[in-house]
């Protein structure tokens, strides 16, 4: 994965953030819950260490989508940015490789939770290998 300074942000432009390296891997996430915090099928994330990721602009509203998570995203325009386990205590953040000004820099190496992936979206990215399971929240 890239070391290199990566930037990013919302739709808006109210929010901004920086990546300087620690990125751990990237990945295709079909759990319900990206599905539904996102109305889309997949989303794509990369995890980064959390010392490694820093908002330059604005701030990122944090929801609770479960008991063991939340979600960050801008309170003006609701791009979602971020994604982390409360356990983690900050050690690590998901982040949507899709609001890098640069999504090319972050291709995905895998995919999750295959197992709640829609059955028409056969084929997709086929190549990448898989971790099954399911999710249902």
Excluded at 3 to 14: H, P
Excluded at 49 to 55: A, E, K, Y
Excluded at 115 to 131: K, N, Q, T, V
């Amino acid at each position: 994965m890239t070391k290199e300074t990566m930037s990013g942000g919302c739709l808006c432009g109210a929010v901004r953030y920086e990546v300087t390296g620690g990125v751990k891997g990237c990945a295709h996430c079909h759990c319900r819950m990206c599905q539904r915090a996102a109305g889309a099928p997949v989303v794509t994330w990369f995890t980064v260490t959390g010392d490694h990721f820093r908002v330059t602009q604005g701030a990122l509203k944090f929801r609770n989508s479960s008991d063991l998570a939340e979600r960050g995203f801008c309170g003006d325009c609701g791009t979602q940015i971020a994604f982390r386990y409360l356990k983690d205590a900050g050690k690590s953040i998901d982040v949507t490789a899709a609001s890098l000004d640069d999504p090319e820099a972050m291709p995905p190496s895998f995919q999750i939770w295959v197992g709640s992936r829609p059955s028409w979206m056969h084929g997709f990215d086929a190549e990448l290998p898989e971790r099954k399971g399911t999710t249902e929240n």
